[in-house]
Each structure stands twice: as C-alpha cells, then as structure tokens.
C-alpha cells in the first residue's frame, strides 16, 4: 500500500535560516510525489511536484525539494525562511493504483521565528 | 483563473441532524475530489469523479454519506444523519483530468462542527 509519513509534528527556525521538512513515502513503481502547504483556514495550496526527471524539483515561493530514490525520500527545503512560511505544510503521494488519489502525511507545522 | 469554490464556510449543527456541502471547480476540470480533514491529521479521499462518473467512493461511509456530480461541474456532498466523529474540515478539489501527473487544486475548505 502506499503510504506517507513526516517524521516531524513541528520545525522550529530562525528567519534567515534554511529550513527542511522531512518526508519519506513507500510505494510500488515510481512514486509522484506533492507537497502542500496550508494556511489558518484556508485550503491546501500546491508548492511543487516531483513526476520524473531531475531529483531537484523548484516550486513555489522559493521552495524546493529533493527526491531520492534510494532512501525514500522526498525532502521540502528553502535556503532562507521567512516569518510568512510559518504553516501546515503536507507531503503526498499519488495513488496510481486507486484512481490517482493522493495519501497525505499526517503534515508538519512550521514555525518561523523573527 | 477561479479557483474551487466551497460553500459554506462554516457549518454548526447537532448530531443526528443533515447537511450539505457545495464545490464549484476550476473551469474545464474534469476530476473532482472530496477530502475529509480531521484535526491533526493529512486529508483523505472521500470520493473521486471523473466527469459525472464516480472514480473512487472506497472510503466513503455511504451508511451516511452522499455526493453527487450533476452535469459534470458542481457536486454535493451530503451528511445525513451527521456524527459527533463527523466533525472536520471537507475539502474540495479539482484537477484537468485527472491523471497521475495532474496537479490537484483545493478549496477553501467547509469547517464542520457536529455537537
């Protein structure tokens, strides 16, 4: 079955400071993997998406995000955060066996500090 | 472009009582998705169409629960009678197609409190 965890409930940083939202997936064939970030009462908004090609895939406001196959992972990362990344952020993999849902990790809070 | 379109926003009502949920998609997107969101956890599929054709209704308590699609664009989704456990954020979501590489777009979202 496919699956989704983030090891992490919260990531605390420094504003200026790189940050890393952990992912790791299990899946069976070659994974298409999503990251969401949610803001208070508002929907998921999409960052990026990984479907093939090169492991280092750049999304919105300055995100990106790193696959390795190897250890099963699928990283989100920013090389200076901002007070405004401060948010739910939820990573996803494809179902590509039941009609292309998506399974969503249990999401991780970030919070970024001045 | 307009984004998915959720009414309302929020819903409080008494267990045993109904509900209904409204989504609006992207213009043009085919695939439709209803998500359920429990506090502190991921979102999880409830239904999936494509077009006005059900996709995926496997986790979908249909005991209780309903949508459907009519003409392919707007959905309903029905609670009837709702539960304490019922409570959650349903999240609508749309995509072009609904294949593997699409991207899904979500909804604000419509919170639901059952007391």
């Known amino acids: 079955a496919q699956s989704v965890a983030q090891p992490e409930d919260q990531v605390n940083v420094a504003e200026g400071n790189p940050l890393t939202v952990k992912c790791t997936y299990s899946v069976s064939g070659n994974p298409y993997l999503f990251w969401y970030v949610q803001y208070p009462n508002r929907g998921l908004q999409f960052l990026l998406k990984?479907?093939?090609?090169?492991?280092l895939v750049k999304g919105s406001y300055g995100f990106e995000a790193e696959f390795n196959k190897s250890q099963t992972s699928f990283h989100l990362k920013k090389p200076s955060a901002l007070v405004s990344d401060s948010a739910l952020y939820f990573c996803a993999v494809r179902d590509r066996n039941q009609g292309g849902k998506l399974i969503f990790g249990q999401g991780t809070e970030l919070s970024v500090k001045p | 472009e307009a984004g998915v379109a959720q009414s309302p926003r929020y819903k409080i009502i008494e267990k045993r009582q109904s509900v209904a949920f409204w989504c609006n998609p992207i213009?043009?997107?085919?695939?439709l998705y209803w998500y359920q969101q429990i506090l502190g956890q991921g979102p999880k599929l409830l239904i999936q169409?494509?077009?006005?054709?059900?996709?995926?209704d496997s986790q979908l308590p249909k005991d209780r629960f309903s949508a459907e699609r009519l003409k392919g664009v707007d959905s309903t989704l029905k609670i009837q009678p709702a539960k304490l456990e019922d409570s959650a954020v349903y999240l609508c979501?749309?995509?072009?197609?609904?294949?593997?590489?699409?991207?899904?777009?979500f909804g604000p979202g419509t919170r639901l409190t059952v007391l």
């Open positions: 213009s043009g997107h085919a695939t």
């Open positions: 979501a749309s995509s072009p197609r609904g294949g593997d590489t699409d991207t899904q777009y």
């Open positions: 990984y479907i093939t090609g090169d492991n």
């Open positions: 169409f494509q077009n006005n054709g059900v996709v995926d």
